[in-house]
């Protein structure tokens, strides 16, 4: 093939959308929540079971952009409690509530690794930001 018939093809197909994950251009805006780690807050509201709850609330918030990853492990509602939490693919974090007298509170709190099942023996595991493996 001469030089030309490839530079034509290349000029054609460079601003192709293609929708392999190489060729993905993420833009940069501002609302878009991208991968943070919120294991520093996990364990900062695991620290403070049986503190009030306004209190551990007030100090969580002021660090945050946003209220929404407290209460994915939080919950606020009787009905909505939840043993542990599954955050990203094979983190687990303990369920926490608050009770009525507006205490945090743990759903379980005996949970330990066994209680929660693994897909497979080569993925890495972690409870409460503390690794697990396959034999626990």
Not at 35 to 52: A, G, V
Not at 79 to 100: A, C, L, P, Q, T
Request: hydrophobic share 35%; glycine share 2%.
């Amino acid at each position: 093939m001469s030089k030309s018939l490839l530079r034509e093809d290349y000029k054609y197909s460079r601003h192709k959308k293609r929708e392999v994950i190489e060729n993905v251009k993420w833009a940069m805006h501002s609302k878009v929540l991208r991968w943070y780690d919120y294991t520093p807050l996990f364990k900062f509201l695991l620290k403070n079971i049986w503190s009030n709850w306004d209190d551990v609330y007030s100090e969580a918030i002021s660090r945050l952009d946003t209220s929404e990853p407290i209460f994915w492990i939080v919950a606020i509602h009787e009905n909505e409690k939840k043993e542990y939490v599954r955050i990203w693919e094979s983190s687990y974090f303990s369920g926490m509530y608050v009770d009525k007298n507006g205490i945090l509170q743990l759903t379980k709190p005996n949970l330990c690794s066994s209680d929660i099942g693994k897909a497979c023996d080569c993925c890495t595991y972690t409870l409460n930001g503390e690794v697990f493996k396959a034999n626990d």
